[in-house]
Nanobody, 113 residues
Framework: QVQLVESGGGLVQAGGSLRLSCAASGDIFSNTVMGWYRQTPGKQRELVATITNGGTINYADSSRLTISRDNAKSTLYLQMNALKPEDTAVYYC?????????WGQGTQVTVSS
């Protein structure tokens, strides 16, 4: 099993930045995909970005986001810049391996105008 714990969310003014972290622990395989989704009330979760253990990255929107991971620390990061009120959501990290997908509990990001 894998446990994921997000941190770094909070309240920020529009135009500000936040760095989310996701610490993974437990039985972590070497071949994994990690990433971030976000969800607002009444909407489906939407993909934000993913990164493989080899460093291959996919973004829904790369203009303001940087995803990275430290495999030695089993930690995933999401740097978000120039935040907008529409970025307000609960951000969830996930880890996917051959056993399935694991999710964190989510961290709230609120961007005020």
């Amino acid at each position: 099993q894998v446990q994921l714990v997000e941190s770094g969310g909070g309240l920020v003014q529009a135009g500000g930045s936040l760095r989310l972290s996701c610490a993974a622990s437990g039985d972590i395989f070497s071949n994994t995909v990690m990433g971030w989704y976000r969800q607002t009330p009444g909407k489906q979760r939407e993909l934000v970005a993913t990164i493989t253990n080899g460093g291959t990255i996919n973004y829904a929107d790369s203009s303001r986001l940087t995803i990275s991971r430290d495999n030695a620390k089993s930690t995933l990061y999401l740097q978000m810049n120039a935040l907008k009120p529409e970025d307000t959501a609960v951000y969830y990290c996930f880890l996917q391996d051959r056993r399935g997908t694991y999710w964190g509990q989510g961290t709230q990001v609120t961007v005020s105008s």
